[in-house]
Each structure stands twice: as C-alpha cells, then as structure tokens.
C-alpha cells in the first residue's frame, strides 16, 4: 500500500522519554497552573534562544490576541496579507481594525516600503510576520515606528531557531510571539510562546495570560486562561534534546530540493542577508495557479500532499470590511505550494516529488 506523504510530520521523540518526564507531574499531582516542567521548559528556551523573557502559552494564537489586547487599543494595525488566518484574525478578535499593506515579491515580508502611506491618526501598531521564518526589514520597520509613535509585533510563529545579525529575530519588536503547534520546527503538541524585551508589558503579558491574577487572591485587570499545561511542556523538554537532529535533517532536505529543482519556470522565496534560516518551509511559485493545480493533481494520486501556504490571500477575507486589492500578495497566494519538509522523509520520496514536478516543467 502507497504510504502518504503530508507537507509535515510531527516530530516524536521516543515515548518512553516523554512518559518518564510525565512521572514527576503525576508523582506532584500537578499538570496546569504553571508547575515545574512548565517553568524548567521556559528557562531552557530562554537559554537556548539567549533571551531575557518568555512565557509559554497554551497554543501559538493566543500569544497574538495578547499581544493584540496590549498594543492595539481599540486602533488601526498596518499587517500583511500573506500569513496564517490568525494574523489577521487575532486583530479582528481584539476589536481592531486590520489595514493591510502588500508584501515584497522577492522576501514575500510585508513590504516595509509601504508601511508609512498606510499610517493615519488611529494607527496604534505594526504586526507583521516573518514569513517561512524569513525576517522582515526589521531595522526598517523599527524606524518608521519609532518616527511616527507606533508599536510594532512580530508573528514569528515559524521562526523557532532563527537568528538576524546574530540575535535571534524573537528580539526585534516590541512583543514577539512564536507557535509551539505540531506542525512546527519545535513543538508540545499544542502551545506557543510571547516574548518581550520590556519588563512591564511581560508583566501585563502574564497576567493576561492568567486570569489577571497578581499572585494567588489579588487580580489587576482582566485575563484569559493562555497557559501551558505540565502535558505539553513535557512534550517540549522531550523534542528539546532533538534540536540538532531535526535543523540538519531539514536542511538535508532543503539542500536536496534546492539541487534539484533549477527549473526556469519555479522561482523561490530569497532568505534575506544576515539570517540563520531554520529550515521551517519549502515555498515554490508556479508560473501560474492552473501550473500548480495540474501539478498538485499528479501529486496528490501519489499520495503526496503538499500545502498551498498561504491561500487566500487574507485582505479576501469574508470579514474584512475594508476591502483593498493586494496585487502582490493575491497573486503570489494563487501561485505558491509548500512542498513536504520533515525528519524522516526518505530521498526515494524526494526523488518522486521531484520528478513529478520536472515532468510537467522541463
């Protein structure tokens, strides 16, 4: 029987290191409210990334709308059409208003050249996302927020790992925030992270995140339930030792594909100058969207799965009331395929992918 072949696979390390990490939250008879695996998760992360602060969440949205609630006062935030839906809709769920900007055809970041047209009176912040782990202008973008009073956050929800002139990208911005999901680089199976260089909003970001409690009976403002569970940071501390493994088997991979598929016909994403790149996609940008449906169709009746990231192109969105055409953004959206990049995808798999994508295009 043909085995299926998805755009990702989960990373799991071997169970029984999973189990043995659980016992000491069965043996405490605590799994939520921030036990001890939850802390000793985020202090190797901060040791791991070199940074100050970090929270652990209980799914890579919610840092988002936090980030959201702290800096978006009720305002305007310039973003881009090309991400995941939780970009936009985490500024639509903070009772914001979404204005989009279109995104640079070579990096595929918003483009931070048209940020500043896009800034008016009720412009309270930037959230822009470092697409496939590909950081924006980030220099760039920090100017124009700082020439005209605005915050900026980043979604680098597949930016694990990634560093920009030799810090990591989770740096830049007033907030950041990162998805631990399945399907990412490093995963708990559901979670994610925010993260701030600014003490007094990781404050505000923690107490967002947990109810508003400021310790165990007083509350300051109000809250959500975003924390991480002792299941899920036992799941991280278990794929933590991984790390080398998965970033050289991933680059095998993207090496691979890179060998063999020149083809004139394909253009790729550009990774920008200064970046160690973590591997976290591999984006292909047909000629046109029928090229990529008659491909994806040979694909498929092989049991090959890609991703179309990111369809549609979220300026379309049935909820966005202000509508304005992304040429760049909807165009590339139509065009773009994520081809399977995992730990474990064999070179026969990738010799098959390739060759059926050569077939239709040399």
């Given at each position: 029987?043909?085995?299926?072949?998805?755009?990702?696979?989960?990373?799991?390390?071997?169970?029984?290191?999973?189990?043995?990490?659980?016992?000491?939250?069965?043996?405490?008879?605590?799994?939520?409210?921030?036990?001890?695996?939850?802390?000793?998760?985020?202090?190797?992360?901060?040791?791991?990334?070199?940074?100050?602060?970090?929270?652990?969440?209980?799914?890579?949205?919610?840092?988002?709308?936090?980030?959201?609630?702290?800096?978006?006062?009720?305002?305007?935030?310039?973003?881009?059409?090309?991400?995941?839906?939780?970009?936009?809709?985490?500024?639509?769920?903070?009772?914001?208003?979404?204005?989009?900007?279109?995104?640079?055809?070579?990096?595929?970041?918003?483009?931070?050249?048209k940020i500043e047209a896009a800034i008016t009176e009720r412009t309270s912040a930037i959230l822009a996302t470092h697409v496939f782990g590909n950081p924006c202008n980030v220099e760039a973008i920090e100017k124009i927020a700082q020439k005209h009073k605005i915050k900026v956050i980043y979604d680098a929800a597949h930016c694990f790992g990634v560093e920009f002139n030799g810090k990591s990208i989770f740096n830049y911005g007033d907030v950041s925030t990162c998805s631990f999901h399945a399907t990412k680089i490093f995963h708990t199976g559901e979670g994610g992270a925010i993260i701030s260089n600014d003490k007094?909003?990781?404050?505000?970001?923690?107490?967002?995140?947990?109810?508003?409690?400021?310790?165990?009976?007083?509350?300051?403002?109000?809250?959500?339930?975003?924390?991480?569970?002792?299941?899920?940071?036992?799941?991280?501390?278990?794929?933590?030792?991984?790390?080398?493994?998965?970033?050289?088997?991933?680059?095998?991979?993207?090496?691979?594909?890179?060998?063999?598929?020149?083809?004139?016909?394909?253009?790729?994403?550009?990774?920008?100058?200064?970046?160690?790149?973590?591997?976290?996609?591999?984006?292909?940008?047909?000629?046109?969207?029928?090229?990529?449906?008659?491909?994806?169709?040979?694909?498929?009746?092989?049991?090959?799965?890609?991703?179309?990231?990111?369809?549609?192109?979220?300026?379309?969105?049935?909820?966005?009331?202000?509508?304005?055409?992304?040429?760049?953004?909807?165009?590339?959206?139509?065009?773009?395929?994520?081809?399977?990049?995992?730990?474990?995808?064999?070179?026969?798999?990738?010799?098959?992918?390739?060759?059926?994508?050569?077939?239709?295009?040399?």
């Amino acid at each position: 029987m043909m085995k299926q072949i998805n755009v990702t696979q989960t990373f799991l390390p071997p169970i029984q290191e999973y189990t043995e990490l659980l016992s000491s939250a069965w043996g405490n008879k605590w799994i939520t409210n921030r036990g001890g695996l939850v802390l000793e998760l985020e202090s190797k992360l901060k040791h791991l990334l070199n940074l100050d602060n970090l929270i652990t969440t209980t799914n890579g949205t919610i840092p988002l709308q936090l980030a959201v609630k702290l800096l978006g006062n009720n305002g305007e935030i310039i973003t881009t059409p090309f991400s995941y839906v939780a970009t936009t809709s985490s500024i639509v769920w903070g009772n914001c208003t979404p204005v989009f900007v279109d995104i640079d055809p070579i990096y595929l970041t918003i483009d931070e050249n048209k940020i500043e047209a896009a800034i008016t009176e009720r412009t309270s912040a930037i959230l822009a996302t470092h697409v496939f782990g590909n950081p924006c202008n980030v220099e760039a973008i920090e100017k124009i927020a700082q020439k005209h009073k605005i915050k900026v956050i980043y979604d680098a929800a597949h930016c694990f790992g990634v560093e920009f002139n030799g810090k990591s990208i989770f740096n830049y911005g007033d907030v950041s925030t990162c998805s631990f999901h399945a399907t990412k680089i490093f995963h708990t199976g559901e979670g994610g992270a925010i993260i701030s260089n600014d003490k007094d909003y990781m404050n505000q970001l923690f107490r967002y995140h947990n109810f508003g409690h400021e310790g165990y009976e007083k509350f300051k403002g109000v809250g959500i339930n975003g924390k991480m569970s002792e299941l899920q940071a036992a799941m991280g501390l278990s794929v933590l030792p991984y790390m080398e493994l998965i970033f050289k088997e991933r680059k095998r991979i993207v090496d691979y594909y890179n060998k063999n598929l020149k083809i004139a016909k394909l253009n790729k994403i550009s990774i920008r100058e200064g970046t160690d790149w973590n591997y976290s996609y591999y984006p292909i940008i047909f000629e046109s969207e029928k090229e990529l449906i008659k491909i994806l169709r040979k694909l498929n009746n092989q049991k090959i799965f890609p991703r179309r990231y990111f369809n549609p192109s979220l300026n379309t969105l049935d909820y966005i009331t202000n509508k304005v055409s992304m040429q760049i953004s909807e165009d590339i959206s139509k065009r773009i395929v994520c081809l399977p990049l995992y730990v474990g995808l064999e070179e026969k798999d990738l010799k098959n992918i390739v060759a059926i994508i050569k077939s239709e295009l040399c």
